[in-house]
């Protein structure tokens, strides 16, 4: 079925230290990956995003992988700070046409300073 | 730019009342999305509405209805009020034809069911 997975929902981090959230997919098919940040009483937050034909992409202070032999996803923060305090959902392009995202059931991380 | 907004941002009601949800996507977006999220987990897609139509729809039963008005507004209507619709409720909006990738949330609505 139609699922996108965390293996951890919740992640204790130093202030400072790089924080690893991972994520595993289902569909094989899927083309596109969006990592999303979703702290109390907001909506998710887009922080980046990657497609099938890549492997790797980064951001500012924020990396993504994508190893699809394995159909697992990653989330690389680097130097963590206590801002980072919140809930990070993976989710997965239902299809290619900009239908329905599926998300994973979210990680939280707790920062500590 | 407001970004996607949503009205309102939390609603008690009673079970077997209707409630009727609102949502102004982003500025230039044409489409709109709306998922339940139940506490502790990920938003699940209810539907999505392009051209004033239901484009794609989710697993949920037909009390979830929605409207998308000629401005790209969009409503989402639930009718006979379950507990279990408590939740909170995110619009999506986003630009066809991008797949998503410049999709953006709003704040949802907590709805509340008792």
């Known amino acids: 079925g139609e699922s996108v997975g965390l293996h951890l929902p919740t992640l204790s981090v130093q202030e400072g230290d790089n924080s690893i959230i991972n994520c595993a997919y289902s569909n094989s098919a899927s083309d596109y990956f969006i990592w999303y940040k979703q702290e109390s009483g907001k909506g998710p937050q887009f922080i980046i995003d990657i497609r099938s034909n890549m492997d790797k992409r980064q951001g500012q202070r924020v990396t993504v992988l994508l190893n699809k032999t394995v159909k697992h996803l990653s989330l690389q923060i680097a130097a963590t700070q206590p801002g980072d305090s919140a809930v990070y959902f993976c989710?997965?392009?239902?299809?290619?046409?900009?239908?329905?995202?599926?998300f994973g059931q979210g990680t939280e991380l707790s920062v500590k300073p | 730019d407001a970004g996607v907004t949503q009205s309102p941002t939390h609603l008690i009601k009673t079970r077997g009342q209707q409630v009727t949800l609102r949502c102004s996507p982003k500025s230039g977006h044409d489409t709109v999305s709306w998922y339940q999220q139940a506490l502790g987990q990920g938003p699940q897609f209810i539907f999505q509405y392009y051209e004033e139509e239901e484009r794609q729809r989710g697993n949920f039963p037909d009390r979830f209805s929605g409207h998308q008005f000629p401005n790209y507004s969009s409503e989402l209507n639930v009718n006979a009020l379950l507990l279990g619709d408590s939740a909170l409720y995110l619009c999506a909006s986003s630009l066809l034809g991008t797949g998503n990738t410049e999709a953006f949330f709003g704040q949802g609505t907590r709805l509340t069911v008792v």
């Open positions: 989710a997965e392009n239902g299809d290619n046409q900009g239908g329905k995202l599926i």
